[in-house]
């Protein structure tokens, strides 16, 4: 490549991008229409024609990386992955693109029903961008991905919904880009096909090209992503990691339906629609605000040997350890600890009150609790442990305020749940006394 | 243009496989298959003859075969312009959801239609022979006589396509305007027929005259195609040609959101 080497698979700078109004309402300019406006003498004003649907979007996605995008319906999530994609041109704006793209932005482009599986995925494959040759090398391995079998050679008019969209996806992913572009459709066919295409994904990951993924699934983003950008307003918003940013966004749009915001299409509304700002309150970092009586400065995850962790094992000891700050002897606080899964239910919530928690009286200026798990016990997934500081006689500015860290739990079980008890499983030859329970999980907790 | 035809060039394996496609689309489902191919024009021809040369008593010898000859490469023209003028229009699917080589699309039905002509005359050529009519060497100069309509067509598709995806009704005025012209194009007449006053005029802003008037000096009247008017005329589409990819290309961008 020409190109001096880079570290950026896609380098967006400043990208505008405007639509004409008519091609939204989705009227069609004819002869007729332009005729008649013109023996009316209506003269359609400059303003007003345009809709803008990014307002200037600046953007680097490192190479090897798998990024998501997160955003409302119509925040420009979209119509970013299009201007990458080379669909439509900037308004204004570079887009710069390191390698070779393919899109999945709708599957089975270029399917004629009429047309077997087999013809059709030579045509689908060569509009994705493959030559006829490596089409025609890769066939086998596309219908045996797409577990079609017989029905290969059927027209495709014939085939289940399901099917369909497991030949378009095979298609879609033996394109062998470097850079892979995917608009929600991760979610194809049964739980084993789906399965089958999240294993593919992770094959791509493993081969270190670089993924754009535009979807509204959390869990999918906090499992599969390295960063998250969140569109917001036709900008973007944050860029960071995809715990803090999904926990970010849920927040903002649970501000916004909490205020009742009519949520208008965003590049229809002024100042493009942005979700409400949060409150500034001292997230995952520290830096202890000025003039708080009492505060928690951070919180975080400890690990069975006393590192700071991200991720952790169910089955590990953890620890989290809540530092705080007391500017003023300050007597009889609270604190309540909460731990959310990643999307929002609260799995358990306790506070150093209702452990009766012998704190000293007054709190000195600086301290430290931790509160010490000898087992994990949760499933994989994403959670939000945040800890919120009361104090009792409530003159406390900063009272009420809470500190919070994400973590994630990476398992290798598939059990499925609210939490993971201690247990193991006994084989008996027969049952010779009444059953005993050893070590079976106790009531759940959720009941 | 250059620049537009080395892309073109670039995509050959995506055009063959859509013209592979749209051909055997056309045919499969349908009992006869292939042979509709010959059966569109033969009927065409049939219902001409019967009304120009038993009806109307018309002068001109072997006149089905006569017919034949004009007929086919209107076919081709005139199929690619009004197929051709939704080309892009219609392909949402494409333009929107993948990057799309626009420009494949109306060359898939030029093409498409020039295979069409491709396979029918062998039909021609047997129904000459019915009639007695031997080709003569002059055919040589057919690959000429396609090349220019070739330009000429592709200049117009191209043309119309890009003004289609803005300006929908443009398909239906185009579907108008092909019949028009079919009538003042020398297919089921002898330029000859028309008054000297009009024949002028009608050489000069009808490029298909001069087209459709070549193949019958090749095929029928066994000379070869008066030069100046084919020579200026392949200039004039070159003319049109570049106008039209500079058309095609500056509203390019605009397809994916204007569909």
């Given at each position: ?51 803008e649907?990014?307002?200037g ?28 994609t ?12 390191n ?62 919904s ?7 996806f ?13 608009d ?11 399965k ?12 270190g ?20 950008a ?18 970010e966004?849920?927040?903002a749009?649970?501000?916004?339906e ?11 509304t ?47 000891r ?78 406390n500015?900063?009272a ?43 009531h759940?907790?959720?009941? | 243009?250059?620049?537009n ?66 007929l ?55 129904l000459?022979l ?16 396609v ?5 000429f ?57 001069i ?6 000096a ?36 605009e ?5």
């Amino acid at each position: 490549m020409a190109n001096p080497p880079t570290e950026d698979a896609i380098v967006i700078q400043d990208v505008v991008k405007n639509f004409r109004k008519r091609t939204i309402r989705g009227e069609y300019t004819t002869f007729k229409s332009e005729l008649v406006r013109w023996l009316r003498g209506n003269r359609v004003s400059k303003q007003g024609r345009f809709i803008e649907s990014l307002r200037g979007v600046n953007l680097r996605i490192p190479r090897g990386q798998t990024v998501a995008i997160l955003g409302r319906n119509g925040s420009g999530k979209s119509t970013l992955l299009k201007l990458i994609t080379g669909i439509y041109a900037p308004t204004s704006g570079t887009i710069t693109v390191n390698g070779r793209v393919s899109a999945l932005l709708d599957l089975g482009a270029g399917f004629h029903p009429d047309f077997s599986g087999r013809e059709n995925i030579l045509i689908n494959g060569i509009i994705l961008g493959m030559s006829r040759a490596e089409v025609r090398a890769k066939m086998d391995a596309i219908i045996a991905f797409s577990e079609l079998g017989e029905f290969i050679d059927e027209p495709v008019r014939t085939y289940s919904s399901g099917m369909y969209m497991r030949l378009a996806f095979s298609v879609a992913t033996h394109v062998d880009p470097d850079i892979l572009i995917i608009d929600e459709i991760l979610a194809v066919g049964d739980e084993h096909f789906s399965k089958k295409s999240m294993a593919k994904m992770t094959e791509f990951k493993r081969l270190g090209k670089t993924i754009v993924l535009v979807t509204h699934d959390m869990a999918t983003v906090e499992r599969w992503c390295d960063q998250a950008a969140w569109l917001d307003g036709g900008r973007i918003r944050r860029m960071g990691t995809p715990a803090e940013i999904s926990a970010e966004y849920r927040q903002a749009v649970s501000l916004a339906e909490a205020r009742s915001t009519v949520f208008t299409p965003p590049a229809l509304t002024e100042g493009g629609g942005a979700l409400p700002g949060l409150p500034e309150g001292p997230p995952v970092t520290d830096a202890p605000k000025p003039v708080p009586q009492v505060a928690v400065s951070r919180v975080w995850l400890t690990g069975p040997r006393g590192e700071e962790l991200g991720t952790i094992a169910p089955e590990t000891r953890a620890e989290v350890c809540i530092d705080y700050v007391a500017r003023e002897a300050v007597e009889d606080v609270e604190f309540v600890l909460t731990l959310a899964s990643a999307d929002g239910p609260v799995l358990y919530a306790t506070s150093t009150r209702t452990d009766r928690v012998p704190l000293p009286t007054p709190l000195p200026p600086q301290g430290r609790l931790r509160f010490v798990l000898p087992r994990v016990g949760l499933l994989g997934g994403a959670y939000v442990l945040s800890v919120e500081l009361k104090t009792g006689n409530n003159a406390n500015p900063e009272a009420g305020r809470e500190a919070r860290c994400t973590f994630s739990v990476s398992t290798e079980h598939d059990d499925r749940g609210v939490f993971r008890p201690e247990h193991a499983w006994v084989v008996d030859e027969a049952p010779a006394a009444p059953v005993q329970a050893v070590s079976v999980p106790k009531h759940a907790a959720a009941s | 243009m250059i620049r537009n035809f080395r892309e073109l060039y670039s995509y050959r394996g995506l055009l063959l496989s859509l013209v592979q496609r749209e051909l055997k689309a056309r045919y499969r489902g349908s009992v006869l298959g292939f042979f509709w191919t010959f059966l569109n024009p033969t009927l065409h021809m049939l219902v001409y003859t019967l009304l120009f040369s038993v009806f109307m008593k018309n002068q001109i010898p072997n006149y089905a075969y006569f017919l034949f000859v004009g007929l086919l490469p209107w076919t081709w023209f005139s199929t690619s312009i009004s197929a051709g003028a939704s080309s892009i229009s219609d392909r949402r699917d494409l333009m929107t959801k993948v990057r799309f080589p626009a420009q494949v699309l109306p060359a898939t039905v030029v093409a498409t239609n020039f295979c069409n002509f491709i396979f029918s005359l062998p039909l021609m050529v047997v129904l000459g022979l019915f009639f007695g009519v031997v080709p003569s060497w002059h055919i040589l100069a057919f690959p000429v006589v396609v090349l220019v309509q070739m330009c000429f067509t592709f200049a117009v598709v191209y043309a119309v396509s890009a003004f289609n995806v803005t300006f929908r009704d443009l398909q239906h005025i185009v579907m108008n305007l092909m019949m028009l012209w079919f009538f003042v194009t020398p297919v089921l007449y002898k330029l000859s027929t028309i008054p000297e006053a009009y024949r002028r005029v009608l050489q000069v802003i009808n490029p298909m005259s001069i087209l459709i008037t070549s193949y019958q000096a090749m095929f029928y009247e066994h000379r070869l195609p008066d030069a100046v008017p084919l020579v200026s005329l392949l200039g004039v589409s070159l003319c049109l040609l570049w106008g039209a990819t500079q058309i095609f290309e500056s509203r390019r961008e605009e397809f994916a959101e204007s569909i």
